[in-house]
């Protein structure tokens, strides 16, 4: 699948001077899509991706930015 279909889209990326951007991690560059085929999954998706990651330690916090994307 593709942008074309698959139009709605989530980027994430790490607010600036996070310690995972340094170059021996992720690197200041990185970041991620995920794409979608309605609003309404993006949407969904968005949401469950704002909540507290199962996984991490209690008081441990996600430090990356979600931004939706709608198409042009």
């Given at each position: 699948?593709?942008?074309?279909?698959?139009?709605?889209?989530?980027?994430?990326?790490?607010?600036?001077?996070?310690?995972?951007?340094a170059?021996?991690?992720?690197?200041d560059?990185?970041?991620?899509m995920?794409?979608f085929?309605?609003?309404q999954?993006?949407?969904?998706?968005?949401?469950?991706?704002?909540d507290?990651?199962?996984?991490?330690?209690?008081?441990?916090?996600?430090?990356?930015?979600?931004?939706?994307?709608?198409?042009?």
């Open positions: 699948m593709n942008k074309a279909s698959k139009p709605y889209g989530i980027s994430v990326s790490l607010p600036e001077n996070d310690p995972m951007s170059a021996h991690l992720l690197g560059e990185w970041m991620g995920r794409w085929e309605t609003p999954q993006r949407d969904t998706a968005y949401e469950e991706m704002l507290h990651p199962r996984y991490y330690r209690i008081g441990d916090a996600p430090s990356v930015l979600l931004k939706k994307i709608d198409p042009d």
